[in-house]
């Protein structure tokens, strides 16, 4: 056990490939590390993975506690949370960071029933401070911040007598900083302390799904809601996204209707994104689908509502029909194209 307190992120990788959960991940355990005067350190089961795993220096990880086992190549459930748990046993970190996917959806409530700890999901913000009882104050307290309610109120849920506080926030939701390549982590080998009779199934095969569209990359989005579904209407918010370059995306009752499928919902349930521009077409706003866009650089929202909450948050409002105003965005991109 390290002698400096310690906020733990686990890594999450797939082809070697670290995701990029994991890297935004450490980067926000930095922030919670400073104001607990703590290592920012990971935890990652898997197999021939030592360089890749250095470079979480990159963003400010200093040791990676590396689980290196043939048998944890690949995610499986209890092989990985059992060598966790172990970890976390001999560590004994402060907080325990996953990503909400679902690798970290499957291991972090196993990890949270085996050690008794709670477990704040879906977290939207993390910080460190004080949480008060009556009479009792605790200090430096981990803080997990969420929507509840159906995103009608953000909860702080706080575990102050559970060690260590153990919280899953979605992909996108905190930012990556810049990597600095001239910081390495240092890779400590541990042992998973795992017999055969851990590894109850057997990855044969990775078949992966193509996905149709990859809004968590995307720096252009051009976003249907409900507004948009009539199909005349959806093929023009269609041709824009074409006709710039952008990913579609897509409010709830979109992809509810089956006019879109659930890879281009951003939101609470869908997907959260940072581009540098954002066109919400036909979209009223509401709390759970800003939840998933607000970071967003530049919003644009075209709605024929003047009063739609949408234009609260977007930096330029066309107040119109979008079977009007959207022909007239495309031919004036290509009249200056
Ligand atoms: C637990 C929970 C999770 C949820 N998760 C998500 C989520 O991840 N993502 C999400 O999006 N929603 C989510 N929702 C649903 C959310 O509450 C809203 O119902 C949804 O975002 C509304 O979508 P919308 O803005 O497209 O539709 P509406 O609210 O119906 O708005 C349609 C807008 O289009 C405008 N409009 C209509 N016709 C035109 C036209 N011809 N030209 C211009 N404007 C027009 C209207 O003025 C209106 O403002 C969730 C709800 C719950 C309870």
Request: hydrophobic residues 40%; proline residues 5%.
């Amino acid at each position: 056990m390290s002698d400096k307190k310690q906020v733990m992120v686990f890594i999450e990788h797939s082809e070697k490939k670290i995701a990029n959960v994991s890297l935004e991940l450490i980067c926000e355990a930095g922030q919670l590390a400073e104001k607990l005067d703590a290592d920012v350190v990971a935890v990652a089961p898997g197999y021939d993975m030592k360089e890749e795993l250095a470079s979480l220096g990159h963003y400010g990880c200093k040791t990676v506690y590396y689980i290196n086992d043939k048998r944890l190549a690949h995610f499986t459930s209890n092989p990985y949370a059992k060598s966790i748990i172990n970890l976390i046993k001999t560590q004994q970190p402060e907080i325990v960071l996953f990503g909400a996917t679902e690798t970290g959806r499957d291991v972090a409530p196993r990890i949270a029933s085996a050690l008794k700890c709670g477990l704040t999901a879906d977290c939207t913000e993390l910080q460190i401070g004080e949480h008060k009882v009556k009479s009792q104050i605790y200090e430096n307290v981990f803080l997990g911040i969420r929507p509840a309610f159906g995103g009608n109120i953000m909860a702080t849920i706080v575990t102050p007598e559970s060690h260590p506080s153990m919280a899953t926030v979605r992909p996108g939701v905190m930012k990556m900083n810049p990597p600095d390549t001239s910081l390495k982590a240092d890779v400590s080998e541990v042992e998973s302390g795992l017999s055969d009779e851990d590894f109850i199934t057997e990855v044969i095969e990775v078949v992966r799904r193509e996905k149709t569209v990859n809004l968590g990359a995307a720096q252009l989005i051009v976003a249907a809601g409900a507004g948009a579904a009539d199909p005349n209407t959806l093929g023009l918010v269609r041709k824009l996204a074409n006709t710039i370059g952008a990913e579609l995306g897509a409010s709830r009752p979109l992809v509810d209707s089956g006019l879109l499928g659930h890879d281009h919902q951003v939101g609470q349930t869908g997907t959260t994104v940072r581009p540098n521009l954002y066109i919400a077409c036909g979209i009223s706003g509401q709390i759970q689908h800003r939840a998933g866009m607000a970071e967003s650089q530049r919003i644009i929202a075209i709605n024929s509502d003047p009063d739609a909450p949408i234009f609260n948050i977007a930096h330029y409002g066309i107040v119109g029909n979008l079977n009007e105003v959207i022909p007239k965005m495309i031919n004036a991109y290509k009249d200056k194209a």
